[in-house]
């Protein structure tokens, strides 16, 4: 289960990396889009507003899949913009998920205990991200302080950048450290 676990988080981050880089080269060739527009007589404000189309091939008006500004991919491709939040709120998804639906019920299964019974103050954090991305817009929603991961408290908006992700990755690695599991009795009949 760890190891499913571990390379679950492993992709996930991955994946949120790639996509930084990916976003690092689209925000570089915007502004070289802004910076032309500003050489051919425009300011630097309208050039932010020209028209950004995404279609098939060259876009036409029949294979049109998005328009939007410069400025406004600029924006979004930023470190703290849409791009980077909306994809460490699917990481942190997909990290619970993982942990909810195969891990804990896995290890309840292996200790022959209830799946309530498996506990994790790293993953009560994650659920408490997940949470506040579902449930609250993004921010943290509860008082209650974070045990292990202590980057946010109520109020703060949940993004997870790659620094974040790499300690996920490095507490997971010594899962599973801090796992509580009442009720399992290694050596049933035994007393001391």
């Known amino acids: 289960a760890r190891a499913i676990l571990h390379d679950n988080v492993e992709a996930t981050c991955g994946l949120l990396i790639d996509s930084l880089r990916g976003l690092e080269q689209l925000s570089k060739m ?5 910076d032309s527009q500003v050489k051919k007589g425009m ?3 309208q050039a932010l507003m020209s028209p950004l189309i995404h279609g098939v091939d060259h876009p036409t008006p029949e294979n049109v899949r998005h328009v939007s500004t410069l400025g406004a991919r600029l924006d979004a491709c930023a470190p703290d913009g849409f791009n980077v939040r909306a994809l460490s709120s699917l990481g942190v998804v997909s990290i619970f ?3 909810e639906d195969k891990t804990r019920g896995e290890i309840a299964k292996a200790l022959g205990i209830e799946l309530h019974a498996v506990r994790s103050p790293l993953f ?3 659920r408490h991200m997940r949470n506040s991305l579902l449930h609250a817009g993004g921010r943290v929603d509860t008082s209650k302080p974070f045990e292990v991961l202590q980057w946010f408290k109520k109020g703060d908006v949940v993004v ?4 974040r992700f790499h300690e996920i990755l490095d507490r997971l690695r010594a899962f599973p450290d801090g796992l509580h599991t009442p009720g399992f009795d290694p050596f049933p009949g035994l007393r001391r």
């Open 97 to 99: 998920a993982h942990w």
């Open 160 to 163: 997870l950048n790659p620094d």
């Open 30 to 34: 915007l502004e070289s889009l802004v």
């Open 124 to 126: 009560s954090d994650i």
């Open 43 to 45: 300011t630097r404000e």
